[in-house]
Structure formats: C-alpha cells, structure tokens
C-alpha cells in the first residue's frame, strides 16, 4: 500500500526541541519532492518546508526559516523534521506530504505537536 | 503572494457549489484543491487547474482565469461538506501557499 506514517509528535515545554519523521512505503519514495505542513488547532493548512528528491533545494515557510530543519534518508524511505526553539505558536498536527504533478497527492494521517509550559 | 477564500458557502443537495480562490495573476500558477473532513488529511480533488486524480467523482471540476480559480462541484451530495481549501506556487518566494479554506454546508 502506497502510505506515509508520521511519528515524534508530543507535548515539549517552549524552547525545546522535536524530530517528526515520516516513513514512506508503497513508492519510490527517492524520486519524489517531499514536504511538511501543519495545521493548528481549528485552523487552515500551513506549509512548513519543502526538500527536492536529492536533497539539494529545501525550502522553508519564514515563520520556522533558522529553527526546522528538513531532511530525508532514503535508505530507509524516511524523511525528517527537525524543530527547535519550539513556540507555543508551533503547535499543530504536522503532517508528511509527497508532491506529484505540482500538487500534494499523498497525505499522512499527521502528528500532534502541542507546545506548552 | 496570498490566495482568499470565502469563508462559507452553502448549498442545497442536488445543487450546484461554486469555491472561489483570488490570488494575484493565479491563472499564471497552477492551482490545486484540498478536502478536508473533520478528523481526517485532506484529500487532493484537483491538480493542474483542471485535472482529477483517480477515484475523485465527476462532479468536481476547476478552472482557473485571471486572478480567480474556482472549484465547482455539480450534484452536491451531504458526503461533500467539507472544508476546501486552494493552493498554488509562489515562484517569487519558492513558497507553497494555501487558501485560508471555505467550509461547504449542504442544507
């Protein structure tokens, strides 16, 4: 089955830190641009970042630009987000999305990051 | 560069629904549809503009002019109510940017 798992999410005090990974499965997952996007509780749809296939051009939403980071190994069909300096801001479910044909056809189910004291 | 959306929209059952997505020179971008029901991922229903990917029903189509794209779902069923929201590409910034959605009510 063509899916992709999110994982990491949980509750971290502000100016901690989270690794969110995505593990692919079903699909060449080494071809495809991946990207991350939240939503906050109630809220619209937010992208977050963006990696190309080969991990040379990665991108950032401004709001988390010098904080995530994006990452992806494709030994084991993974990709990552590395968030630190956590603001009560960040709080959203984070969800894993494969781009195909300029739109985001594959999904997760996400997972829930909520920053609080 | 930002994508608008109205808020709501209603429609009867059996009626047609139109979503509209303003975005400056948006025809120029290729613009892309989300569904979204509560408690679940979205759920792609339009890419390029005008295309559905398979298994999304006829009765959704898109276009895309000016600075306007519109999502039209014919026959409107209860299954569609939903929040749906646009998208497309700011080659400017090297952003995605998303519309702020509109929930769709079928009365």
């Known amino acids: 089955e063509v899916a992709v798992v999110e994982s990491g999410g949980g509750l971290v005090q502000p100016g901690g830190s989270l690794r969110l990974s995505c593990q692919a499965s079903g699909f060449a997952f080494s071809v495809y641009w991946m990207d991350w996007v939240r939503q906050a509780p109630g809220k619209g749809l937010v992208w977050v970042s963006r990696i190309s296939s080969d991990s040379n051009r990665i991108y950032y939403a401004g709001s988390v630009k010098g904080r995530f980071t994006i990452s992806r190994d494709h030994g084991n069909n993974t990709l990552f987000l590395q968030m630190s300096d956590l603001r009560v801001e960040d709080t959203a479910i984070y969800f894993c999305?494969?781009?195909?044909?300029?739109?985001?056809?594959?999904w997760g189910r996400g997972t829930a990051v909520t920053i609080s004291s | 560069f930002d994508l608008t959306q109205t808020p709501s929209v209603s429609v009867s059952p059996g009626q047609t629904a139109s979503i509209t997505c303003s975005g400056d020179?948006?025809?120029?971008?290729?613009t892309s549809w989300y569904q979204q029901k509560p408690g679940q991922s979205p759920t792609l229903v339009i890419y390029e503009d005008i295309k559905r990917p398979s298994g999304i029903p006829e009765r959704f189509s898109a276009s895309n002019s000016g600075n306007t794209a519109t999502l039209t779902i014919g026959g409107t069923q209860a299954l569609d109510e939903a929040d749906y929201y646009c998208q497309a590409w700011d080659r400017t910034t090297a952003h995605w940017v998303f519309g702020g959605g509109t929930k769709l009510a079928v009365l």
């Open positions: 020179d948006l025809e120029s971008k290729y």
């Open positions: 999305v494969r781009e195909k044909e300029d739109a985001f056809d594959l």
